[in-house]
């Protein structure tokens, strides 16, 4: 009876984590699209949507690119661009949070610091 | 760097706010790329939680958007936040209340009418009578507003004052209603989750709040002035 509980509690402990999840992950889009066409926005949203606009690739085709989820590519919208003094140390700390490959974050990281640099 | 991101399921947990002030001076001085999100990870679920506590009748869609729009204030304003003056999540849940309150009063600017066959050989039922002479209230209202457009953003300060003079987010609500405009019943139902009642009944329920409301502001209108006159800058 008492396993029973525990599992009743654990289960529903879990149900109501990847409730939180989900809303958050909704809430994350929720502020990406709402900073994206925000230019002066300290966070790489307004550089990741100048790129896509730019290369004519949408969010899935970068996130494909990039080999993350949906979620992961809005989190990485939240970062700001690494600072050009610790521009190797800040995008493995940003690969090392999003859980991506690091080779290929910091390619994609110069891209979008070029594009800053430009713009 | 992301430690305890599976600690924190649960939206009402009570983040450390050290940690939380770390994440967010990371994100200031650049030395932390992945604050700003930490800070959205621990506070977001917990703000909408908050909202959705404080707002119970509104659609979630709605709080969520007031969510995001607090966020995206505290990106586009960072230097917003002085920990002197409370925490980061107090200062997300004043924008996030505000946001509601805005999308509230925007909506009651763009309640549907009646439909032309149902109002055919009636008399279009008046709005509340309107019994205010436009003197103390006025007074407040461009004390407040100093001299501005009352649709513009009211000034965090002042709105901070106002929350703690009205700790009811209902209050609240009616309070920048009624120095917005006049109230309509119907938005005053939904604030107070009242629209089941008969109409002659929310409209008593709105006097007898409007009045209460009003005096609590009145009282305190020496120390709204003194706030006004120290501070004079907008945020």
Known sequence: ?119 | MRTDKHQDDEPVEQSSDQMIALWWQGFLTGTDPTGFDQVFHHLAPRLLHHLQKRFSNLPVDDLEDAVAQAFEYLAMHPVAFDRKKGTLFGLLLVIGQRRVIDSLRHRKRWVALPSSETNEGKEIEPEIPDTRTGTEETAIQHLIYHGKDPLDSLRLDVEQFLTRLLPDPRDYALFRQMIDGRISVETFAILYACDNLPREKQQKALKQNRDRVFKRVVRERNQLRALLTSCPTHI
Request: charge should be negative; aromatic fraction near 4%.
């Open chain 1, 1 to 119: 009876m008492q396993s029973e509980d525990s599992e009743t509690v654990a289960t529903s402990g879990q149900a109501s984590s990847e409730c939180t999840e989900l809303i958050r992950k909704r809430l994350r889009g929720k502020v990406v699209a709402s900073l994206s066409p925000q230019p002066t926005a300290p966070l790489l949203a307004p550089l990741l949507a100048q790129w896509s606009a730019g290369s004519g690739q949408g969010a899935d085709q970068l996130a494909c690119l990039l080999g993350v989820t949906g979620d992961t590519l809005n989190q990485l919208a939240l970062m700001r661009l690494p600072r050009a003094t610790h521009f190797d140390t800040d995008s493995e700390i940003i690969a090392t949070y999003l859980g991506c490959d690091s080779q290929q974050l910091l390619a994609f990281l110069r891209q979008l610091q070029e594009l800053h640099t430009l713009s």
